[in-house]
């Protein structure tokens, strides 16, 4: 079955910077679109960045649009999302997650493989 592990995730200050990491297992991740959501106490799991799987279209959120950046190294089967200057309203769980289903990628409920997640915590 797939499986996706993040890391990366931790505590920073306002204005501060983080790079998560997806590792995949058990698919062709390289023919696989990809994504990151995230999810704070009380919000739905929200869709932040997504890229095709040949890494050259994706989105992104209007909430992180010029601060988050999405990447992917398909010999690693890694996916990657920079962080930069960081909100207290960032805090929550970051989560990655594969497309299913051959649709846009900003189709949020189009994606059926999840990671455990990550903690990602702002403070001033």
């Known amino acids: 079955q797939v499986q996706l592990v993040e890391s990366g995730g931790g505590s920073v200050q306002v204005g501060g910077s983080l790079r998560l990491t997806c590792v995949a297992s058990?698919?062709?991740?390289?023919?696989?679109?990809m994504a990151w959501f995230r999810q704070a106490p009380g919000n739905r799991r929200e869709l932040l960045a997504a890229?095709?799987?040949?890494?050259?279209?994706?989105y992104y959120a209007d909430s992180v649009k010029g601060r988050f950046a999405i990447s992917r190294n398909n010999p690693k089967r890694t996916l990657y999302l920079q962080m930069n200057s960081l909100k207290i309203e960032d805090t929550a769980v970051y989560y990655c997650?594969?497309?299913?289903?051959?649709?846009?990628?900003?189709?949020?409920?189009?994606?059926?493989?999840w990671g455990q997640g990550t903690q990602v915590t702002v403070s001033s």
């Open positions: 058990g698919s062709d991740f390289s023919t696989s679109s």
């Open positions: 997650a594969m497309q299913t289903q051959r649709v846009e990628i900003s189709v949020e409920d189009s994606y059926g493989y």
């Open positions: 890229m095709v799987w040949m890494g050259a279209g994706t």
